[in-house]
T-cell receptor, first 114, second 114 residues
């Protein structure tokens, strides 16, 4: 099955700085990589995802890059704001196919200091 | 779009009791998933349905756990003879099904076994 490793486990930045979270996966057949943001006591919310036919995707201050050869993908948040503080999870399809059976990383606690 | 709804949101039960959680997916979604999340961890896949058929169960789903989706709409997750280790948030998610469709999570049902 898929194994997803996520780093760092905690990340502290000043408001306006950039934040980068990295994930590696094990199954070369995986073709869909979502990122979820989870605030305390709330549900995980999809913030961006990328499919294996592209190397980068951007949505305003958020971007995701994918390196299929190295089997890693990263979340980039620019111009961070205090409301970006949350736990971020990367995920990859268990078994390689892009349906909802996802394997999640361990999570990164992002703290943005005003 | 009313989103994925779950009920109850919080449940405190004594060890040995049975509990049941309900999930109502987004109306046009034919796939429904159950995940479990403990503090400090990412969600872990438990089981999923396509319409009324339960297609896969994780080994995490012991014989005390049973899930149903009798009419292909709402689903229930029952835990019999609860144990303290069952304390977690139980997340339901749904998707349109097929490859490449994003899953959307509900707000979760918090279970505390005392």
């Amino acid at each position: 099955g898929e194994n997803v490793e996520q780093h760092p486990s905690t990340l502290s930045v000043q408001e306006g700085d950039s934040a980068v979270i990295k994930c590696t996966y094990s199954d070369s057949a995986s073709n869909y990589f979502p990122w979820y943001k989870q605030e305390l006591g709330k549900r995980p919310q999809l913030i961006i995802d990328i499919r294996s036919n592209v190397g980068e995707k951007k949505d305003q201050r958020i971007a995701v890059t994918l390196n299929k050869t190295a089997k890693h993908f990263s979340l980039h948040i620019t111009e961070t704001q205090p409301e970006d503080s949350a736990v971020y999870f990367c995920a990859a399809p268990a078994g390689g196919t892009s349906y909802g059976k996802l394997t999640f990383g361990q999570g990164t606690i992002l703290t943005v200091h005003p | 779009d009313t989103g994925v709804s779950q009920d109850p949101r919080h449940k405190i039960t004594k060890r040995g009791q049975n509990v049941t959680f309900r999930c109502d997916p987004i109306s046009e979604h034919n796939r429904l998933y159950w995940y479990r999340q403990t503090l400090g961890q990412g969600p872990e896949f438990l089981t999923y349905f396509q319409n009324e058929a339960q297609l896969e169960k994780s080994r995490l789903l012991s014989d005390r756990f049973s899930a149903e989706r009798p009419k292909g709409s709402f689903s229930t997750l029952e835990i019999q003879r609860t144990e303290q280790g069952d304390s977690a948030m139980y997340l339901c998610a749904s998707s349109l099904g097929g490859k490449g469709h994003t899953i959307y999570f509900g707000e979760g049902s918090w279970l505390t076994v005392v």
